[in-house]
């Protein structure tokens, strides 16, 4: 076989999320899959290709999705041992029939009609966040808003007490450090050290709500277990809470972060949400489409496949680059221009497809939306601050601003 490795794997940075889409355009002509042995992945690029994969989901397993990229040295191995840090796949790199065991009961608590009850709530949290800030005309809004909003949304229908937010904040940026990121053995140690507790965090919360269930999706699932383990375990209930504690603001936190970047540097979009409120439902898919904060997701090669005429053997790894599937051409004529009224625009993949489709995606939806309703209404003069250059953090899979500076002619939020 020949050496796989080309121009375009040389020229590519899976950890340089600072601005991929031009080589992106060019992979997707010239070299639509092609091997990284920086992370020994294969990369696919291409719309139609990464669809198929996420679909046949006996051949492209998600069992590598939350695999470190730098594996565990031997120290961390028995950090971890000794600190009792037993989660196990339960969602994310799950496999049937485990995986769809669990997901039917997840599913239930988040459908869109659930959701909904939530929104009440949802904007006055919203309403008090910009209070908090508004009459300073202007903020770093990733700090004053967006970092920890929604996480405290999340907690508020997990039922978890909104005095953890900064600790679960840096816990799930942690483990995305120690698991997405390249940290050398020291920071590994050090990362390990601040996984423990959160673990033994969510362990302690599990038991609290067995002892004093309340209404809340925690309690809920603790519910549908019915002192069952053949249902689910305590230990899968954990390893589930655990998980919905980073993927469930992480992301959101990073996709209102990029929207926001987005609306404001093209400011004719954002005036147009101000005058046309009823726009921001689509505005918020095509802000999914046009920079998915999960920028790439992973996939496990089963059995040897062929991908685009390459051959990959079986037990290889693939990184596929959801920000370029929902920038191919094919699919999306113009891409790199932001039109709210694309009619496929919630063909995006952004929330993933198939079986692991985002399970939250109707809570990240709607926050997003009651965000974008509140900002256009209570700030419409929001703009940019000149002269900053946006940052983003070394890690493959998630892509949002570390901060973004916004000013704003000062207004009044009534009730
Ligand atoms: C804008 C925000 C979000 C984005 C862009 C996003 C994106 C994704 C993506 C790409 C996947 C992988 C899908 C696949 O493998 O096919 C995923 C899965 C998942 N997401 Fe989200 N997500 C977001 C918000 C949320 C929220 C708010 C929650 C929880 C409340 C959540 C919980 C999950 C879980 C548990 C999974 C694993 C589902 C499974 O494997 O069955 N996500 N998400």
Known sequence: MSCPLTAVSAAFDPLDLQNPFPLLQQVRAEEPVFYNDDIDYWVVTRYDDIKAIFHDHDTFTAANTITPIVPFSDDVKTMLQAGNYTPVPVLSNNVPPGHTRIRKLVNRLFLPRRMR?????????????????????????VAALT?????????????????????????????????????TPAEQVERTQNLVPFWHYVVALVQRKLANPADDLTSDLIRMRNGDDAVLTINEIASCMITLLVAGHETTTSQMGNSLLHLLQNRAKWEQLCATPNLIPQAVEEMLRYDPSVCTWRRFVARPTVINGVDIPAGANLLLMLNSANRDETIFPQPDEIVFDRPNVKDHLAFGYGIHYCVGSPLARLEMEVLLEEMTRHLPSLRLLPGQQVKYT?????????????AWDEREIGD
């Open 117 to 141: 009850d939530f929104a009440p709530a949802i904007r006055q949290l919203a309403r008090r966040r910009l209070a908090s800030f508004i009459q300073q005309g202007e903020t770093d809004i």
């Open 147 to 183: 970092y920890e909003f929604p996480a405290l949304v999340l907690f508020h229908v997990l039922g978890v007490p909104d005095e953890a937010v900064a600790r679960v904040k840096a816990w799930a940026g942690n483990r995305i450090e120690l698991y997405y990121g390249r940290p």
């Open 394 to 406: 070394r890690n493959i899979s998630f892509r949002g601003p570390v901060s973004l500076r916004l």
